[in-house]
């Protein structure tokens, strides 16, 4: 959920809120000044007044839906919207499917022992350097061979790469393997250097068709709160909890359909047709990049499109609802990680 | 509101890989084979060519009309 990912992405500077004032028009002019700041005080001031607003795609729809609907829609074509790249950022964007909260839990366990051997390494190394030293040790001991720490050398290091390279292909697996039936098929074709998107799963002969393009919105055109280079003309609308097969290909040169926050890169490459399938579990603006170089343009508009605007109510019918859980193991437990997070907020 | 059915194009264990060109254009001829089998008038047919629809990209089905009408389309029809 928008809001949910919000608070949750801004969370470390929560503690400054309850000094803010508690009246939202008093951040309109706050967030009018500094644009990229202020979204968590109006956040927090929604979350106080409106709490039914958090579960839009729930069961708990209320009958003016509609209103909310428009006054998020105005909240969040103005505030910077937060699944995209803050400055400064180290780590990765906020998870919005099982995917990508699959690969960040990867990341923290290859972390595990990634710092288990440097601190070991470290420590060997750092030890062997402060006693060579010709005074405390003159005489150097001279070790040729030692049967038992080669054993130890030998075995260890080889099984480390085992606990790595376990989760890794398993979390690799999960995330080819299309097992459930997509409920829609999105196309998205690489130009230079905008984006095409087809929604042909209605189409009743092959004129028809329902096809636009997504411009980058240019470096001097964006409106207050737009992400620079980020923010497109038209974006993708698709439904949340539903499973996805976006389609990627080009029609000139290879290109890449990249959404860092849904875990997907996939290559465009020309006459070929591949396909990703994603399952958005909140709602949002989520924001991506070309990332392959495709000429002189991919570096200025460089985000030819990606753009999922995800609003569960307008989309989502209660026939998709059912066929929305992933079916391999690890991606149920990282969707469980992702729902429970949201639940936390 | 109205409810509204989601559908596409099933997952095709044909096809199980990241590689859906083939897929694309196995259902492309499969319609037309199809059509070639049942008549033009056939309701039969209509599925394949909603997945067709559904996977390929607009242009290539465009090319491959085009191909069609002039009698080099490359795949077995
Ligand atoms: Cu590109």
Redesign the interface.
Known sequence: MFLVASLYFTRPKLDLAPAMPKDSHAFLGFWLVKPTQPAIPVFLNWESKNKSLFFLGGAEQSKNEPNQMIVLEWLFLTIAPCDAAEPWQLGSQDAATPMMQGIIDLHHDIFFFLILILVFVSRILVRALWHFHYQKNPIPQRIVHGTTIEILRTIFPSIIPMFIAIPSFALLYSM??????????I?A?GHQWYRTY?Y??Y?CS?EQ?L?FDSYTIPEDDPELGQSRLLEVDNRVVV?AK?HL?I?V?P?DVPHSWVVPSSGVK?DAVP??????SILVQREGVYYGQCSEICGTNHAFTRAPGNIGRLLSPL?L????QGASHPRSKLLQRAAGAVWSRGARQ | MA?????????DFRF??????R??FTRYIEFHRCLAAKGEESDECVRFA?YY???????W??RW?EQRENGSFPGPL
Not at chain 1, 176 to 185: G, H, L, N, Q, Y
Not at chain 2, 16 to 21: A, K, L, V
Not at chain 2, 53 to 59: A, H, I, Q, T
């Open positions: 080819d393997e299309v097992v459930v039936d997509p409920a829609i098929t196309k074709i087809e042909s799963d189409n092959d068709s096809t439904p539903t097969r389609i290909t029609a996939c006459g070929r047709l591949n396909q990703t989309w019918s209660r026939t998709t | 409810e509204i059915e989601l559908k596409t194009a099933p997952a199980p890989t990241t590689n859906q060109t897929h694309c909603k629809r559904s996977l390929c990209p607009g242009e089905i465009e009309n």
